[in-house]
């Protein structure tokens, strides 16, 4: 197994996505101090899981590939994002080393398979800074007698501190 490829060109980076069933994407800056700290974590997986044609790691400074990053869309460092058949999966943005691995076993297993597993596999959207929150859930929805009970409640602690207080000046 190899270490992450050091992408030096737009045409080395569209060759690498369209040549690789799954590419794992750190797009990281010299000057940026969590990209120094997750760097070891991000080699180790490379080593450990690289497969020619089917799972390859790249590293992209942001600074020098300015037109790649633009194009992603990385707003953050360090960015990781996941390809399947050229197309973006998940994007991990900071120095995540458990969100990294997690994220890098799943794209890992999707290396021989169409992209239909893909979506299975990852559920959630990819966020971008800037853009629109997290979606809002069912939640639950609003419980007269639990209000009253609170307010009945706070009442109470109100009336025992105020009495309680006025026992002590006495």
């Not at 460092?77 to 197309?87: A, D, Q, R, S, V």
Request: hydrophobic share 40%; proline share 5%.
């Amino acid at each position: 197994m190899s270490g992450p490829i050091h992408i030096a060109s737009d045409g080395e980076w569209d060759s690498l996505l369209s040549g690789t069933s799954v590419v794992v994407a750190d797009f990281y800056a010299d000057w940026c101090g969590p990209c120094k700290m997750i760097a070891p974590h991000f080699e180790r997986l490379a080593k450990e899981h690289s497969s020619p044609k089917k799972v390859a790691f790249a590293k992209v400074n942001v600074d020098n590939q300015a037109n790649i990053a633009r194009t992603n869309g990385i707003t953050a460092m360090p960015t990781f994002k996941i390809f399947h058949n050229g197309t973006a999966i998940e994007t991990i943005r900071g120095a995540n080393p458990s969100a990294l691995t997690e994220a890098v076993n799943k794209a890992v297993s999707l290396s021989g398979s169409s992209g239909k597993k893909a979506e299975a596999v990852f559920k959630t959207p990819g966020r971008t800074l800037g853009g629109d929150g997290p979606v809002q859930g069912q939640g639950r929805p609003w419980n007269l007698s639990s209000l009253l009970n609170i307010v009945i409640m706070l009442v109470g602690l109100y009336l025992t501190s105020l009495f309680s207080a006025r026992k002590k000046e006495a």
